[in-house]
């Protein structure tokens, strides 16, 4: 009976065990891999980048990555998915510089190994959590939100928001201070709603009317906000599916620490649209958006943004006297059409500026043609960012704590779902091919019917959840002094 018992755990075992490559033949082609990672280049804190094999008819794989110090891990399966021990991962990366990646696969019986590709690693590491917005991808644009925090170095999951807990509410993004994780701010919808400021490991409720969105200052004390109408409109033009315009939107700013809402004549011109306002990494400029007002919807393709700033003084709380324009969206020689600007971001070391453009409007998230460019703030020179973007929706971008990495969102598998796509920026400035989030199962994307949205950096984790929020928004909420303008400075 013992000995039975033996053949039955070993007979399955034997026979699971997947077959290694023998009589292999070479292609001169490159495997296909799903996500792409061929050729990316990665942080050395990263998780393991398991893949696909999208070979017809695969039988079985054999993956070999080896790394130039010359430890190797080798993967074999009896399906078409490469997935590393993480163990084993982080020391093939630990003291690697680049790693060669060989994939062999059977088919009807034969082994066909493919060009080897491979992934260069870099000693500049990424911020380790990444929060973002897992929303539904179509029209229903708020249905069932959740904001999660993921570990990048594994494959840890944790919510910071749900649907579940908050009466299936619409929640905004989830905004670092300085990619902080004991300052940032999320804002819940509808009644009872308000602005949840993590703070000094506590959470308050805040009575922000109409925060859009927002970004903190370097020392904490003020968010720069703004506020929007914010409607949809129906395309029916077949290749457009949804267009979303603000009708109105003005900036202002909250003092955390006087309770006071501070504003400016510039900011609120009625004859403007101001949105997607950031401060700089050293306080002294308020960088935003701005579109001289047209009729919406039926005006929708002359609306166009530009790029600005405004001085603002943090210890007096009073802005410049006048708005400055970066980056025109009229058309130049090197750009013979019109385009419109939306979600400034500045890299932490003040050197680079991140932003979307698009052929018009101010929500790209819908445009198949919006891309990104890199404003570099001391040679005032603009790069296209060939290597980053795709022939879909690449839009909503943070920058890593180092200013060596961005995140961002992009479209470029379908054209429909989102997913957070990492880039690395040299000391040169250069950008790198960028690499999409990994997962610990790499059918994850094949089978998740939810988009990722406005992807977030942060230092560490943050200490609450979806409950701790749940609980916050019973909070009376905090008032500020509403209607405090500010003097412009001299």
């Not at 020391?91 to 690697?96: D, G």
Request: negative net charge; hydrophobic residues 35%; glycine residues 6%.
């Amino acid at each position: 009976m013992r000995r039975l018992l033996y053949l039955l755990i070993f007979f399955p075992f034997f026979f699971s065990c997947a077959p290694s490559p023998e009589n292999v033949q070479k292609s001169e082609s490159l495997p296909s891999i799903y996500p792409d990672y061929i050729g990316v280049t990665i942080p050395v804190n990263i998780a393991p980048l398991n893949f696909l094999v999208r070979t017809e008819g695969c039988e079985a794989i054999q993956a070999v990555a080896t790394s130039n110090s010359q430890h190797s891990i080798v993967v074999n399966a009896r399906s078409n998915e490469v997935v590393f021990d993480i163990d084993e991962w982080k020391v093939l990366t630990s003291n690697a510089d680049s790693i060669e990646v060989t994939v062999t696969v059977l088919v009807n019986g034969q082994w066909t190994e493919y060009q080897s590709f491979r992934w260069y690693v870099v000693k500049d590491t990424i911020d380790p959590y990444l929060t973002y917005r897992l929303i539904e991808p179509d029209y229903e644009i708020w249905n069932n939100v959740q904001i999660q925090q993921r570990h990048v170095e594994n494959f840890d999951v944790t919510a910071i928001g749900h649907y579940e807990q908050l009466e299936n509410r619409c929640m905004n993004c989830h905004t670092y201070g300085s990619q902080n994780p004991e300052l940032s701010m999320m804002y819940v919808r509808g009644p009872g709603g308000g602005a949840i400021l993590n703070q000094h490991g506590t959470l308050q409720k805040l009575s922000i009317p109409g925060s859009v969105y927002f970004g903190f200052s370097p020392d904490g004390r003020y968010i720069v906000y703004s506020t929007n109408n914010i409607f949809p409109a129906f395309h029916s033009v077949p290749k457009k599916r949804l267009e979303v315009f603000d009708s109105q939107s003005n900036i202002f700013v909250a003092d955390l620490q006087e309770r006071r809402i501070l504003s400016s004549p510039l900011l609120s011109d009625s004859m403007k649209f101001e949105t997607f306002p950031t401060f700089s990494p050293d306080g002294k400029y308020i960088y935003y958006c701005a579109a001289d007002s047209v009729s919406l919807p039926q005006d929708i393709k002359k609306l166009h943004y530009a790029l600005v700033r405004i001085p603002f003084d943090g210890q007096t709380g009073q802005f410049g006297t006048q708005v400055d324009t970066l980056v025109h969206c009229t058309a130049m020689a090197s750009q013979p059409t019109e385009q419109s600007i939306s979600h400034p971001r500045l890299s932490p070391d003040g050197r680079h500026l991140l932003y979307t453009v698009a052929d018009y409007g101010t929500f790209p998230i819908w445009h198949p043609e919006a891309d990104l460019r890199m404003l570099d703030l001391e040679t005032g020179t603009i790069d296209s960012l060939q290597v980053v973007n795709s022939q879909k929706s690449d839009t909503y971008h943070s920058w890593s704590s180092n200013s060596r990495w961005f995140v961002f969102a992009s479209k470029r598998d379908d054209g429909l779902f989102g997913k957070p796509y990492f880039c690395y920026v040299d000391t040169a400035g250069h950008a790198h091919k960028p690499f999409c989030l990994p997962q610990r199962h790499p059918t994850f994307y094949d089978n998740t019917l939810k988009s990722f949205n406005a992807p977030e950096l942060g230092r560490g984790p943050v200490w609450f959840d979806a409950k701790d929020v749940a609980r916050a928004m019973k909070q009376e909420a905090v008032r500020f002094t509403a209607g405090s303008t500010v003097k412009n400075k001299e």
